[in-house]
Nanobody, 123 residues
Framework: QGQLVQSGGGSVQAGGSLRLSCAAP????????MGWFRQAPGKEREGVAT???????DYLDSVKGRFIISRDNVKNILYLQMNSPKPEDTAMYYC?????????????????WGQGTQVTVSS
């Protein structure tokens, strides 16, 4: 498996928008389940959104209707469009890949991880 390289992130005001990207320049993850996870200080890592190789998508309940996960298998890039973010979305965000079919939001099923990018949402 290859390296996952994240970009995007930063600071945004509540109600704005932000897009995270995750590229795999040397390995095709087309047959893998890909996902976004986050970890806030003092909290456990949690799954935010995942998209399997067949297009099945899972979202954390608190981001449904606001965040959109997508993947471009030609460019080998995973995206997370964050619309109307809230201060409680502030966390370090990680992209990840899993070879487990139906891995969903279970972080333990993911074996390749990006370097992480900080997202800070101000009110």
């Amino acid at each position: 498996q290859g390296q996952l390289v994240q970009s995007g992130g930063g600071s945004v005001q509540a109600g704005g928008s932000l897009r995270l990207s995750c590229a795999a320049p040397r390995f095709s993850y087309e047959r893998f389940c890909m996902g976004w996870f986050r970890q806030a200080p003092g909290k456990e890592r949690e799954g935010v959104a995942t998209i399997d190789s067949d297009g099945t998508i899972d979202y954390l309940d608190s981001v449904k209707g606001r965040f959109i996960i997508s993947r471009d298998n030609v460019k080998n890039i995973l995206y997370l469009q964050m619309n109307s973010p809230k201060p409680e979305d502030t966390a370090m965000y990680y992209c990840a890949a899993s070879s487990v079919v139906g891995a969903g939001l279970r972080s333990s099923a993911y074996t390749s991880w990006g370097q992480g990018t900080q997202v800070t949402v101000s009110s």
